[in-house]
């Protein structure tokens, strides 16, 4: 028998068992995901390989997730899944359908959240507080339950990484996805109209017609708070200051929401630039580095994900990868650290074409928990610079708090 179809049957007498009750597939996925052991006994490359000399696979699903998306095993009542990703991930989500994951091949960070909100206008926009509740990294054999309680996010490292997915066929509600800190949001069947408003606005900025944007605050006037924030998520790419544009469109009609919303507008736009770098590395450790940034809020968070999969101290570890990272960008520039410093100017200039060295020591001092004055003491001993010169470095660096850094200056 195919193990899948074995897992499949296993699956299906023990919900049954629970009269199909939707709360019992979790553990029961789960638990035989666990027993099955898939990724000691299952080679992905090979299955893919299976799957395409297969005359009559199992029904596919017309659903544009995962790449691809490979249904092993259908039931009446449930579905297991190969998904595979190279560069793509799904934002962070909580869940309609009930099952459980478990991974194949490759590995992932893992980030689980907790929402506490209210409905804005339409249970379609959810307005509170986001808060990440456990960040992990996701190896071979990891099983995870898919449960009503179950929001997170998977960034994934390696190119593929695959996931075993069983899930019901039924969803017991529309699934929100989150933009941290403060959005929940749905999207629903049957918005063409929205839809097609918003492409309209696009265009218009797309090709940068004259007063675009105030066919984007006409928009505004008349829409409801979903139909507002779906806009200023399509067009906050052409904003020279997202937050700031975005509060200024809001605060007429929504003065209570314009901070909420700006900032979580703010936050996706960090996260959609971060997680578009992601393509252009394809190191393991390092794409690990990336998605400890891509969800992490504070640097105790990554410190303590990375201490567990490390053989190296996490803050040695952490300026490795700085370092490694830094000197992949042109070394004029900076690139990947996202650091707005003009590499000849005063700030830099007393360190001559120790530049981008002193930036990355001061951004490992601070990442290592040392005080600015501690810093600048050490890039004065090993760089040549006066105290008072050095000072200036570490105390800049320190409130970059919107470069890719971010979570490691907090």
């Not at 179809?5 to 009750?21: F, R």
């Not at 091949?105 to 409905?119: I, L, Q, T, W």
């Not at 039924?170 to 749905?186: D, F, G, I, M, T």
Request: glycine share 6%.
């Amino acid at each position: 028998m195919h193990p899948f179809d074995h897992l499949g049957a296993e699956i299906a007498t023990a919900w049954s068992g629970s009269g199909y009750a939707p709360e019992a597939l979790p553990p029961i996925a789960a638990d035989a995901l666990r027993r099955a052991d898939l990724s000691a006994r299952l080679d992905p490359l090979v299955m893919v390989r299976r799957f395409l000399g297969e005359d009559h696979p199992p029904t596919q699903r017309d659903i544009p997730f995962g790449e691809p998306q490979l249904a092993l095993f259908v039931h009446p009542r449930f579905v297991i899944e190969a998904l595979f990703w190279v560069d793509g991930a799904p934002a962070i989500h909580d869940h309609g359908l009930r099952g459980a994951f478990t991974v194949l091949s490759g590995s992932s960070v893992h980030a689980v959240y907790r929402f506490d909100g209210e409905d804005v206008g339409s249970p379609d926009l959810r307005v509170g507080h986001t808060e990440l509740i456990r960040l992990e990294k996701l190896v071979p054999g990891d099983v995870r339950a898919i449960d009503r309680d179950l929001t997170h996010g998977v960034f994934h490292i390696e190119r593929p990484s695959v996931s075993i997915v069983v899930r019901a066929n039924v969803p017991y509600y529309l699934q929100y996805q989150y933009e941290p800190p403060h959005v929940a949001s749905r999207r629903r069947n049957g918005d063409s109209t929205l839809d097609k408003k918003i492409a309209a606005l696009r265009m218009l900025a797309d090709t940068n017609q004259p007063g675009w944007m105030h066919a984007l605050e006409s928009f505004l006037d008349n829409a409801y708070p979903y139909a507002a924030y779906r806009a200023l998520v399509a067009l906050a790419d052409y904003f020279d200051d997202v937050e700031g544009t975005s509060r200024e469109l809001l605060s007429g009609r929504w003065p209570a929401l314009a901070e909420p919303l700006a900032q979580s507008l703010t936050d996706a736009m960090w996260r959609g630039d971060l997680f578009a770098r992601r393509a252009h590395h394809t190191r393991a450790d390092h794409r690990f580095f990336l998605g400890l940034l891509h969800y992490a809020t504070c640097r105790q968070q990554i410190l303590d994900v990375v201490a567990q999969h490390s053989r190296l101290p996490p803050e040695r570890q952490i300026a490795i990868w700085l370092r490694e990272l830094a000197e992949s960008s042109p070394s004029d520039t900076l690139q990947f650290l996202d650091v707005a410093l003009d590499l000849s100017g005063p700030l830099l200039a007393p360190f001559g074409p120790l530049a981008p060295l002193a930036v990355i020591t001061s951004l490992e001092g601070i990442i290592g928990g040392r005080s600015t004055d501690e810093v600048a003491a050490e890039l004065s001993a090993t760089l040549g610079a006066s105290l008072q010169q050095a000072s200036a470095l570490p105390r800049c660096l320190a409130g970059l708090h919107r470069s890719t850094l971010r979570p490691l200056l907090a």
